[in-house]
């Protein structure tokens, strides 16, 4: 089935990704810890990374696919590049304008960003010039966007799940080289690291360029025009985005409340990386490939098609969530242990970022329900009713965010918990909402299957968690402070592998998977 394999391409190419992400991870808590230099680094990353996972991991394009899809099904492959090639050049007039004005007013804009900064003026001078150096990305990443969608919608995805891998092997070049200069955890270091994800952008842009050349499909900048087809796309466009990347900004929020607390700001970033793992390679593939596929199907009147995509993208993606929260929550210390402690790295960052861990999977499966979800919007090109939900989640996880930090701070407790509690309510708030009023219109009604499957995923994932905490709690000695490296891999190796196993045979005992459907998965 052309669904499945496109699934797991881009799930494919994006746990490639994710692999190299997890070296670049390591490698910078080693570097950096969650000091100065790193929380400084962090929140000039974050704004930039923001508009990366909202344009690149599909939140424009659930405007620009659908509208483009039926340029291109309706009037043919010239009129489309003519669409395609007018929101090119009216995005990149906005963003150019944009850049320029966040650069310049960067020592005001950064009250906002990292308010918490401003009690330490070497922290936020330093937080200014990182920012200013890393913003330009965003102009890169926006156009990558939009190219991605277009070869999405022929449905290639090689090179737009890509781009992410180039971001973190151009990253973890920077860091050895901020070493080989001899920049150690100090603010030239954050340079070279900014520097590189400058670098990256450009790096991005040119092999999405090159896809789009060997596809037969090139763009030229035109001069920007306001045509109704441009009115239709930021009509749709500016709720699209909102409602497709309220995850992004309820952590872009967390970020800023973060900054009130020493260290909080890189002990996020690092749980936010660990937990956006199964989110990237699972809802993002699902988001990235479901949009496009029920466009056509809807185009082509092929309502049975439309079910049966929804239905079996909502299987697909619990199947691997449901355990990854389980595993997530259960063992976050060896986790956290085994990637991230060493050098500037210590241990008290270790139980910091294991809380966040365990706060951050629990709400997982809501975050990946967003993104299977919003396309059945999307494609029929209501972009309103996800925007207006993604805004109550949205003041929820702010009005959370901001009254638990104090809160918890009171009463002695981590104060950012308090941000992860929040954001995970907020996620499972909006994902709820996207369900109810999809099943009350009857655009996602669940099948026999699927009503048969989810039960026995959970069941499954928990046998598993079971087994997890068992495993953990024996080889507990093996992650403590005074613990060698290897050991811990070697630990963390076993409590991984203990739970594959138990997962992969849960899964047949319980009936959520049997041979028949594995069969046929691996073929398709």
């Known amino acids: 089935m052309k669904l499945y394999r496109s699934f797991a391409t881009v799930g494919g190419l994006t746990m490639v990704s994710r692999v190299f992400g997890f070296i670049r991870d390591i490698a910078f808590a080693w570097a950096f810890g ?3 230099v790193a929380d400084a680094f962090n929140v000039a990353f974050r704004f930039p990374n923001l508009f990366r996972r909202l344009f690149g991991e599909g939140a424009f394009n659930s405007a620009f696919i659908p509208l483009f899809a039926k340029e291109l099904e309706g009037n043919g492959k010239d009129e489309a590049r003519a669409f395609a090639e007018e929101a090119m050049s009216g995005l990149f007039a906005v963003l150019i304008g944009l850049t320029i004005v966040a650069i310049l007013t960067m020592p ?28 330009p990305y965003l102009l890169c990443m926006s156009l990558v966007a939009l190219f991605s969608g277009v070869l999405n919608t022929f449905g290639k995805f090689v090179e737009s799940s890509s781009v992410s891998i180039v971001l973190n092997l151009t990253l973890l070049a920077a860091i050895f080289t901020g070493f080989a200069l001899g920049f150690h955890n100090d603010p030239a ?17 040119w092999l999405l360029i090159d896809g789009l050349r060997r596809n037969n499909f090139t763009l030229k900048l035109r001069r920007p025009r306001m045509t109704p087809r441009m009115w239709r796309l930021v009509k749709l466009g500016i709720p699209g985005v909102i409602a497709g990347g309220v995850t992004q900004i309820n952590i872009l929020i967390g970020t800023i409340i973060a900054s009130m607390q020493g260290g909080a700001v890189s002990q996020l970033y690092y749980a936010d990386r660990l937990y956006e793992l199964p989110l990237a390679i699972v809802g993002i593939a699902i988001g990235v490939v479901l949009l496009p596929d029920v466009s056509r199907h809807l185009r082509a009147g092929n309502h049975e098609a439309v079910h049966d995509a929804q239905n079996r993208s909502l299987e697909f993606s619990m199947l691997l969530t449901f355990p990854a929260a389980v ?18 790295f210590l241990a008290s960052d270790t139980a910091a970022t294991s809380a966040l861990l365990a706060v951050f999977a629990i709400g997982l499966p809501g975050f990946v329900l967003i993104k299977v979800f919003s396309p059945s919007y999307f494609a029929r090109e209501d972009t309103k009713t996800p925007m207006y939900y993604a805004m109550i989640s949205l003041t929820a996880n702010t009005l959370g965010s901001i009254g638990l930090f104090f809160l918890f701070r009171s009463y002695g407790w981590m104060p950012h ?15 709820s909402l996207l369900y109810a009023t999809l099943a009350r219109r009857g655009d996602f009604v669940l099948d026999r299957r699927v009503k048969r499957t989810l039960p026995r995923i959970v069941l499954a994932s928990a046998l598993m968690g079971v087994v997890l905490w068992l495993v953990a709690r024996t080889l507990s000695h093996h992650f403590g402070p005074e613990a060698a490296e290897w050991s811990r891999f070697l630990a963390l190796f076993a409590i991984v592998g203990a739970g594959l196993i138990t997962y992969a045979v849960a899964v047949f005992l319980t009936g959520a998977l049997d041979r028949r459907q594995l069969r046929s998965f691996i073929k398709r």
Do not use: C
């Open 189 to 205: 270091g954050g340079i070279v690291q900014a520097i590189g994800v400058f670098v990256a952008g450009v790096l991005q842009l």
């Open 327 to 344: 595993a997530l929550a259960v063992v976050p210390q060896p986790i956290v242990s085994a990637l991230f402690e060493r050098g500037m």
């Open 108 to 135: 005001w804009l950064m009250y906002i960003l990292a308010p918490g900064f401003a009690a330490t003026p070497e922290k936020f001078d330093l937080a200014v010039l990182l920012t200013q150096i890393t913003f």
């Open 34 to 36: 969650s000091g100065m």
């Open 417 to 431: 918990l308090g941000i992860a509690v929040a954001t995970t309510l907020g996620g499972l708030l909006n994902a």
